[in-house]
């Protein structure tokens, strides 16, 4: 058992469906808030319960080379360890393939996927972690398994990230659980102007069977999947898109 305290970490936790589970999650344990401007995430600490509780992780993801340094010398000097890491930063660029250059690849694949894979190989080394790890969240998206026009890196990236989820289901099992939440049309500040469109809403309403989504129903997921109540649940998708993906519906 280790004496050092035990954090929840969770990346892109400055806004959207990041802020809303690290609110939910507040109040039941320890938060390592993650993100890139510090402004947003001292907003997110302060919606928590017990702001003092939480650390706050300023970084940029697309540093991918100094991911590992940041995240060992966070846990270090804070005598922290992760049992639990939910992978919610995402990046979204949308771009016809003719335009797109190699830096806009690297960049969704760096914040979307490789970070993830440097965060959690950092945590499953002994020295950093004490092999406290026990479940893994990757926020995802139902794109990784449908395709739309000018999403090809987003659907990539997804699709990538939901691949690994599989993959490390079988490797860490049976002490890691490792799913991903795939959410379909969520409000955030990310989608704003997509729902500023009366088109786009129109469309919303008759694909949604039950509506758009809200940030706490992707946490409200979390919540669950991270609690001992999915304690035989690894390696899935759990879609939560309002019935979107059973659709089939013509207008």
Not at 28 to 34: A, E, F, G, S
Request: include cysteine; glycine fraction near 6%; hydrophobic fraction near 40%.
């Amino acid at each position: 058992m280790t004496s050092r305290k035990l954090y929840t970490l969770i990346t892109g936790s400055s806004s959207g469906i990041g802020r809303a589970i690290a609110i939910l999650l507040s109040a039941q344990r320890n938060l390592i808030i993650h993100g890139r401007d510090l402004e947003r995430l001292e907003s997110t600490r302060n919606q928590c319960q017990d702001p003092v509780r939480h650390l706050i992780w300023q970084f940029d993801l697309k540093n991918i080379e100094q991911l590992a340094d940041s995240v060992t010398a966070l846990l270090s000097e804070n005598e922290a360890c992760v049992d639990c890491c939910i992978h919610c930063a995402g990046m979204v660029t949308i771009l016809p393939m003719r335009t797109i250059n190699h830096k806009t690849v690297q960049d969704i694949l760096n914040v979307n996927v490789l970070s993830a894979i440097e965060i959690i190989s950092t945590l499953l080394k002994k020295k950093v972690n004490d092999q406290q790890l026990r479940s893994i969240i990757f926020i995802s998206s139902i794109w990784s398994n449908f395709g739309a026009r000018g999403y090809s890196l987003y659907c990539t990236s997804k699709g990538a990230l939901d691949s690994l989820m599989r993959a490390l289901a079988v490797e860490l099992a049976p002490d890691i659980r490792v799913n991903s939440v795939l959410p379909g049309a969520v409000k955030t500040a990310m989608a704003e102007q997509g729902f500023s469109d009366p088109v786009i809403v129109e469309n919303l309403k008759h694909d949604y069977l039950l509506g758009p989504g809200e940030a706490n129903d992707i946490a409200y997921a979390v919540e669950f999947l991270i609690s001992e109540k999915a304690r035989w649940i690894t390696g899935q998708q759990i879609i939560v898109d309002g019935g979107r993906t059973i659709n089939m519906s013509l207008k």
